[in-house]
């Protein structure tokens, strides 16, 4: 069966491309009879004409309907985006992704397998031609057509147009406020749906300056600059997800100080997204140092602390992204993280996303310290008792480890503890082998320090 037009087979389509005809038909006769014409006219036909050829090079199934693709086998659907896979790929995990789906996904600097929590070994994406047949056998048994995959629109392109429109915004940007609101919505918008505009943002260094410049004012924000704010700081995030802007984003002098502003002056939901900024930019080794030495951590341990739902996980994130370089262990720990974490933990609040970090930050004796001065020892054993998560169980055994190696005063609260309710014993035989290897290593201690005392 050949493939359709798009503008031959949806009615919606071809709706909007008779409406896209009319509107250039418009426009040209506006600049061919009118002397007067203007550059603005000029722009939108240009736009016009963009668009009409958009709908005329895309192309998909006119049959593929949306409860088609809602009917399909539940191994047919991809885990990030819940629809039919088009392109499905394998990740080193084992786990099959729709590729668009997981190419962002490692873009934005994640290098875990969403489903399994797994650490990637690598970010290669490798064809599941066996899954991809028995969706194309699916779609053919129902009259439907899957696209092969090199038909796809690549969303990378940048047009003539596209740069245009772009420059026109960032223009507005440096405006009167009502079109700083307009331009900065939809440059929000364009940044999170188009990768072609977080492209253009690489190609000039005036371009993050001049989005930024409302905010660079230093004055107290109104309710209408909070809003501004919060869709400039999240064209930030959507930049930052660009791999080759990570690094330019980062450099880009004023960029940190308004992140961290924004961190504590914005809406939660600002808020959250300077953290997930933050998140992404530490991907880069360099940008961890900068934005460490930056004093982000600060800002973001007082987030933490505040412990909006909406925000944690964010700013857990980029606490523990920053942190796994060892200067920024120290002033995390210097800026109070060890108090916050391990308080939450007390009140078992965020408890899988803030051990993560604890047992990082157990590698820095100051934070051992604190830790044992702060009750964490009975804590981490409650919770490997009570906890049904063996990686909550493997991070607790590991920062109890350091813990008692590096403060002998401990081993009496283990010994009570392995006495009464022979918790490291049981975590020796049915823990990860992480965590059979710490309680492991801890018994043999407790072992000799029993020995030890026998002999004297």
Not at 305 to 328: M, Q, R, T, W, Y
Request: hydrophobic fraction near 40%; charged fraction near 25%.
């Amino acid at each position: 069966m050949a493939k359709t037009d798009v503008s031959d087979s949806d009615p919606t389509l071809m709706a909007k491309a008779t409406e896209l005809k009319k509107e250039l038909q418009r426009l040209v006769k506006a600049i061919v009879d009118d002397e007067d014409y203007t550059a603005e006219t000029i722009d939108q036909a240009k736009d016009a004409l963009s668009s009409l050829k958009e709908l005329k090079l895309r192309k998909r199934s006119p049959s593929l309907k949306l409860h088609e693709t809602l009917s399909c086998p539940e191994e047919f659907r991809c885990p990030l985006s819940k629809e039919l896979m088009k392109d499905p790929v394998i990740v080193s995990s084992g786990q099959t992704y729709d590729r668009a789906f997981i190419q962002k996904w490692l873009k934005a600097g994640n290098r875990i397998c969403p489903r399994t929590q797994q650490v990637l070994s690598d970010t290669s994406l490798i064809p599941n031609h066996l899954i991809r047949e028995m969706i194309s056998q699916w779609c053919k048994s129902r009259g439907l057509e899957l696209l092969d995959p090199a038909h796809y629109v690549n969303d990378d392109v940048v047009t003539a147009a596209d740069r245009d429109h772009f420059i026109s915004l960032l223009e507005k940007v440096s405006s009167s406020v009502s079109e700083q609101k307009e331009a900065a919505k939809e440059l929000r918008l364009l940044t999170k749906r188009m990768p072609s505009f977080r492209a253009l943002f690489g190609e000039s260094q005036d371009a993050i300056p001049q989005l930024l410049n409302p905010l660079s004012q230093g004055e107290s924000l109104s309710d209408t600059q909070l809003e501004l704010q919060e869709d400039l700081i999240t064209t930030l995030l959507n930049l930052s997800i660009h791999d080759n802007n990570k690094k330019l984003v980062a450099e880009t002098p004023m960029v940190i100080p308004l992140l961290m502003d924004a961190l504590r002056t914005g809406t939660i939901e600002t808020r959250s997204n300077a953290a997930a900024a933050l998140f992404t930019l530490s991907a880069i080794d360099s940008n961890k140092a900068l934005i460490g030495k930056s004093g982000a951590l600060k800002p973001l341990i007082d987030l933490l602390e505040e412990g909006h739902p909406s925000s944690v996980k964010d700013v857990a994130s980029a606490i523990f992204n920053l942190c796994i370089i060892h200067e920024n262990k120290a002033r995390a720990v210097r800026d109070g993280a060890v108090r916050v974490i391990v308080n939450k933990i007390v009140n078992r609040m965020y408890v899988d996303e803030l051990l993560a970090i604890l047992a990082m930050l157990s590698s820095h004796q100051k934070a051992l310290e604190e830790m044992g001065e702060l009750g964490a020892v009975p804590c981490l054993l409650n919770i490997i008792r009570e906890s049904s998560c063996g990686r909550n169980k493997e991070n607790c055994i590991a920062i109890l480890y350091t813990i008692c190696f590096n403060d002998r005063t401990k081993w009496k609260e283990l010994r009570e503890e392995e006495k009464t309710y022979g918790t490291i014993s049981e975590l020796a035989k049915s823990g990860t082998s992480r965590a059979k290897r710490k309680a492991n290593g801890i018994l043999e201690r407790l072992n000799r320090a029993v020995n030890l005392t026998h002999t004297a």
